[in-house]
């Protein structure tokens, strides 16, 4: 399976006098409408927030306590393969999906570490295991990284990953030289907004705008694109998004515009609060319903809650304010579903 999948593309073309004079660690490549030759940015948008605003929001915000412990009552041990126009997703925990369809076994964002954290002792602690035990993946072609944040891209886990299975790993421009910083031997290929890769004959992955940024540490902020994934499949068109703000929706119609109403959308519904500071990279579950009916998507999975506690919402607010979100758009709760870890989801059956 893996002579299927492209091979890594091209080093990135020699930094401007621009990046030059304030260096990019990550990435040297010519300006364009979301690069000014040293930052990513989305256009229109200008990015304030700073991480002293960021400790601040956490301090200051009245937040809910999560319990130690928060066990799914799901376990999942997926099958070696879905062929034709099978589809076939689980939870894994936060925004570690399997999505295996057309032959292919597909992993967004995985995270199988103990906390979602630079260090091994502090940071956020998963509350929960994984869905999947690591042992019991079936053979993965791919890995799809949004952007660099501790809680989507996890280099023991790629390592483990890269060791057990191999796979290509897709992720948006810079992220390629973290990851290789960590091992070299991984193979990452990275791609800009409009990218694409075809897996395989009926498998295509694009690479999309999402409202977000990226950071390691304290100075590297927005030095690493970040994006979310359309994947074009013999089941249908599936769009996924690690994290993302709805800003004024756009984003959404013009996936819709661009590639019609997906089969199934994967969106984000927690790490929201406080509102204030949040509401520009992160949905809430509202911002979600709005975004799968701009999207026209048949169903959607709700993730990135309940494992890792990022923000001060409680650990089952989202999905107590997905249930009335829906309700106050007038979604049928059946068609956008908040997975636990281990949880299935499949189409008409929805995984319950």
Request: aromatic share 10%; net charge positive.
């Amino acid at each position: 399976m893996q002579d299927m999948l492209r091979k890594p593309g091209r080093a990135p073309a020699a930094p401007t006098r621009k990046a030059a004079r304030k260096r990019n660690p990550y990435y040297s490549g010519p300006p364009s409408d979301h690069f000014d030759g040293t930052y990513f940015f989305n256009p229109g948008f200008s990015w304030n927030r700073t991480f002293f605003q960021a400790m601040r929001a956490m301090a200051v915000a009245k937040g809910t306590e999560w319990p130690t412990s928060f066990p799914s009552p799901f376990r999942d041990k997926p099958p070696p393969r879905v062929g034709g126009d099978g589809l076939r997703v689980a939870l894994v925990g936060h925004a570690t999906l399997l999505i295996q369809t057309g032959g292919l076994n597909i992993l967004t964002d995985p995270v199988w570490s103990k906390r979602a954290s630079p260090l091994r002792f502090a940071g956020p602690r998963r509350v929960n295991e994984p869905g999947i035990d690591f042992d019991d993946l079936p053979k993965i072609d791919v890995v799809l990284l949004t952007h660099n944040h501790y809680d989507h891209l996890d280099l023991k886990t790629l390592s483990r990953l890269n060791a057990a299975h191999a796979p290509l790993i897709i992720a948006p421009l810079g992220n390629d030289t973290i990851i290789r910083a960590h091992e070299r031997a991984i193979a990452a290929e990275v791609h800009d907004w409009g990218g694409r890769v075809a897996l395989s004959d009926q498998v295509t992955v694009h690479l999309m705008p999402a409202m977000h940024w990226s950071a390691r540490g304290l100075k590297d902020r927005r030095m690493a694109l970040w994006c979310a994934f359309v994947i074009t499949t013999p089941a249908g068109t599936i769009y996924h998004v690690g994290d993302s703000g709805f800003g004024d929706g756009s984003l959404f119609r013009a996936v819709r515009e661009s590639f019609g109403p997906p089969r199934l959308a994967i969106l984000p519904i927690g790490a929201y609060e406080p509102r204030w500071f949040m509401r520009d990279q992160h949905m809430n579950p509202d911002d979600a319903t709005r975004a799968f009916l701009a999207l026209g998507a048949q169903s959607a999975i709700g993730h990135h809650w309940g494992t890792f506690r990022l923000t001060t919402e409680g650990i089952e607010d989202p999905l107590q304010a997905l249930r009335a979100a829906l309700a106050h758009h007038g979604v049928a709760a059946e068609r956008f579903k908040a997975l636990r870890p281990g949880e299935v989801w499949i189409p008409d059956v929805g995984g319950r």
